[in-house]
């Protein structure tokens, strides 16, 4: 790998590069922060994609996309004489110091939970920081996740539950509750309870340490190859997805099943 120094200089020449582009380039140079806003959030979830896929060399690319983002809000903020790429860097190691007592400082730990739960008594505690536990949670974030993250921040300051299990309970308990408006054909109820009943599934899936996100996206992908597989296989019998009966379909679908897919 590559040493500090060839590091920091590949660094100063991204913000070389990135310093022309501003000045040279009209598409560059015309990008605000709102412009910029919808293209971060595609390259957020281009390099999610690339995690999920474990592809090293997609890694590698899209974390150099988002870091060309980082960068030109940077830009942007230097331009307006507000703070630049040395201040993004400054308050981030800060903040990575006064969060990690156990690591800079004499706090004693146990264990990683221990560490989580000391930090989010610090950003309480922070000059400028969240000054409620589920403020620090973004408003944009997509249902599931928010979800998965006020729950985890609920269970850092011990609104938890005792043992795992007692979840199971819970999800059982908003599981009649929806059975009870879905037989009302009360539909803004039922949402209303497929909603605690969803919430109550993640809450069990982060008890037993499953990213639900995660599960749901490899069940998503497991899906779409079956799926494709079913669509590959009838093209190539010159058959008619809309004209076969779901028996039929659900025979091709085992054999996906049946080959790993």
């Not at 990690?100 to 920081?129: A, C, I, M, R, Y």
Request: glycine share 6%; net charge negative; aromatic share 8%.
């Amino acid at each position: 790998m590559h040493t500090r120094e060839e590091k920091l200089e590949a660094f100063g020449r991204f913000l070389d590069v990135l310093d022309e582009l501003r000045e040279k380039c009209p598409w560059d140079r015309k990008q605000t922060n709102e412009s910029l806003r919808p293209n971060t959030i595609e390259e957020t979830y281009e390099l999610c994609d690339a995690l999920m896929r474990n592809d090293q060399e997609d890694i590698c690319k899209e974390l150099g996309d988002v870091l060309l983002h980082i960068g030109f809000y940077a830009k942007i903020g230097s331009e307006k004489e507000q703070f630049d790429i040395k201040d993004v860097c400054d308050k981030l190691c800060e903040k990575l110091i006064f969060r990690h007592p156990h690591v800079f400082g004499t706090t004693q730990v146990h264990g990683s939970d221990e560490v989580e739960s000391n930090w989010e008594e610090l950003k309480l505690k922070e000059k400028g920081g969240n000054k409620r536990v589920l403020s620090g949670v973004p408003d944009a974030l997509p249902a599931l996740i928010k979800a998965y993250r006020i729950q985890d921040k609920a269970r850092n300051i011990g609104f938890d539950w005792e043992v795992k299990e007692q979840v199971w309970d819970k999800v059982k308990e908003e599981f009649n509750e929806l059975q009870v408006e879905i037989q009302h054909m009360d539909k803004a109820e039922a949402e209303k309870e497929f909603g605690d009943l969803f919430f109550s599934i993640i809450n069990a899936a982060r008890k037993y340490g499953i990213n639900p996100e995660n599960a749901l996206e490899l069940t998503n992908q497991k899906f779409i190859r079956r799926f494709n597989y079913l669509e590959d296989h009838t093209l190539k019998e010159g058959l008619n997805l809309h004209e076969m009966s779901l028996s039929e379909m659900d025979k091709i679908w085992d054999e996906a099943k049946s080959k790993g897919l």
